[in-house]
Nanobody, 118 residues
Framework: QVQLVESGGGFVQAGGSLRLSCAASGHIFSINLMGWYRQAPGKQRELVATISRGSNTNYVDSVKGRFTISRDNAKNTVYLQMTSLKPEDTAVYYC????????????WGQGTQVTVSS
């Protein structure tokens, strides 16, 4: 059974940093896209950043210049380095991965809470 296990969330003051990690376990031959989404209370889930297997990255405008996504293909792991955190970054962050022909297999992690105090 394939799982995504996230770690690294927590509580931080504004201006601080956190690093999220997400490791895929189970039988996955080759993950295509990995990424992070987030959902704040009362809001819809939104894309934060994605990274392709070839390391092409995409960020939502609100985190550009502050967040960096990276991945280790050998470990099936994706990271999100978050700096200059703001209270509006407070949310549950979900890891995402897809694999297979035309990325037909998709999986979400269980979520990790990030809370930024002002």
């Amino acid at each position: 059974q394939v799982q995504l296990v996230e770690s690294g969330g927590g509580f931080v003051q504004a201006g601080g940093s956190l690093r999220l990690s997400c490791a895929a376990s189970g039988h996955i031959f080759s993950i295509n896209l990995m990424g992070w989404y987030r959902q704040a209370p009362g809001k819809q889930r939104e894309l934060v950043a994605t990274i392709s297997r070839g390391s092409n990255t995409n960020y939502v405008d609100s985190v550009k210049g502050r967040f960096t996504i990276s991945r280790d293909n050998a470990k099936n792991t994706v990271y999100l380095q978050m700096t200059s955190l703001k209270p509006e970054d407070t949310a549950v962050y979900y890891c995402y991965a897809d694999w297979g022909y035309q990325s037909k297999n998709k999986l979400w992690g269980q979520g990790t809470q990030v809370t930024v105090s002002s």
